[in-house]
């Protein structure tokens, strides 16, 4: 199974200035043959379910907002929040589905307002 | 615009069973592979189990293989979770998704809460 590691496992970040979360995969999630980092990242508010931001590793759901990027290839990836806003108070996963099953997550990442 | 309502959580013995629902609407159901993942009370994200479109194929997490069975009725949109020989460790709240493009999990329900305790 592809082991997902995030870090930290929290971050304090004042309003307005720039998140950044890590993730690294335990073997590469890109498939050579499109080009694609099969990558998911996803954001849970308080008592509500995850929320699909990013897949192949960099391109946004509809509706995101575009200060969500995503960066990176083959086993390490970023997730930018380019101006932190009240509303991105979230625990943030990332998730692998290039080899399955299983998919496997991330710890998470639980970002706050300092 | 997809939408997933999860129900038949709460409050179980150890060692009895339950059976999730989730009622999918806003898509064309017969043509998704679906999934549960659950979240353990204050914890992260846990893969449970998914089918294909047909319900020709199932896969499981190894902690609830040859206890928990996955299923779907394409005639009524429903995904269902048969839980069997309940631990306390399966407490959590159970999620329904949708499989996208790619196999990425792109639509979630609100969740069911399943608490197994004596």
């Known amino acids: 199974d592809i082991v997902m590691t995030q870090s930290p496992d929290s971050l304090a970040v004042s309003l307005g200035e720039r998140a950044t979360i890590r993730c690294k995969s335990s073997q590469s999630v890109l498939y050579s043959s499109t080009n694609k980092n099969y990558l998911a990242w996803f954001q849970q508010k308080p008592g509500q379910p995850p929320k699909l931001l990013l897949y192949?590793?960099?391109t946004r759901e509809s509706g995101v907002p575009d200060r969500f990027s995503g960066s990176g290839s083959g086993t390490e990836f970023t997730l930018t929040i380019s101006s932190l806003q009240a509303e991105d108070v979230a625990v943030y996963y990332c998730q692998q589905y290039y080899s399955t099953p299983p998919w496997t997550f991330g710890q998470g990442t639980r970002v706050e307002i300092k | 615009q997809v939408q997933l309502v999860e129900s038949g959580g709460g409050v179980v013995q150890p060692g009895r069973s339950l059976r999730l629902s989730c009622a999918a609407s806003g898509f064309t159901f017969g043509s998704y592979a679906m999934h549960w993942v659950r979240q353990a009370p204050g914890k992260g994200l846990e893969w449970v189990a998914v089918i294909s479109y047909d319900g020709s194929n199932q896969y499981y997490a190894d902690s609830v293989k040859g206890r928990f069975t996955i299923s779907r009725d394409n005639s009524k949109n429903t995904l269902y979770l048969q839980m069997n020989s309940l631990r306390g460790d399966d407490t959590a709240v159970y999620y329904c998704?949708?499989?996208?493009?790619?196999?990425?999990?792109?639509?979630w329900g609100q969740g069911t809460l399943v608490t197994v305790s004596s």
């Open positions: 998704a949708k499989d996208g493009s790619g196999s990425r999990l792109d639509s």
């Open positions: 192949w590793a960099s």
